[in-house]
């Protein structure tokens, strides 16, 4: 890509003894306000940290812009993954996708929205929730069973307590 990769959060997987990592094409950083770039070019990436290779590359789907947060459930291995960009034009939001680290694939879901400007993906395993923190608050999912329910969107701060189921 000409302008280069913005990369997201890495996890390292003592199961797999693999790193991943989430990266997206950027578009010219250069003008003013640059363009969101296009859906279909962020990657879930798999490194051997002993050779230091890519052994896979997975393109995540085209609602997904920017993947940033991400969280791999060790169990289950699924890796949670937290797209951030928003584009009303090419179909973007704020959400979230699954991807089966072994099989280096997307699982199919309807699409799970998220508080506006996620980060941070936690697992509480204990509690079989997922929790993504975000700037005006945190998403929280139920991820027991090998589904995944929304339970909503809390925002959090001085003096608010509003729940959006």
Request: proline share 8%; net charge negative; glycine share 8%.
């Amino acid at each position: 890509m000409q302008f280069g990769y913005d990369v997201g959060h890495n996890h390292y997987d003592p199961v797999l003894h693999r790193i991943f990592v989430t990266a997206q094409e950027l578009t010219d950083q250069s003008v003013v306000t640059p363009t969101t770039p296009p859906g279909g070019t962020g990657e879930f990436i798999a490194i051997d940290p002993v050779t230091q290779q890519v052994i896979g590359r997975l393109q995540l789907p085209t609602t997904c812009g920017t993947p940033h947060g991400m969280n791999i459930d060790m169990q289950e291995q699924i890796a949670f993954i937290a797209c951030t960009d928003v584009d009303p034009a090419q179909h973007l939001v704020q959400n979230l996708v699954r991807v089966n680290v072994r099989t280096m694939t997307v699982i199919p879901d309807p699409l799970m929205l998220l508080a506006p400007n996620p980060d941070m993906v936690f697992l509480d395993h204990p509690l079989h929730l997922l929790i993504v923190a975000c700037a005006s608050g945190v998403s929280v999912f139920d991820e027991g069973n090998s589904k995944l329910i929304n339970l909503g969107d809390y925002i959090v701060g001085k003096e608010k307590r509003t729940f959006t189921p």
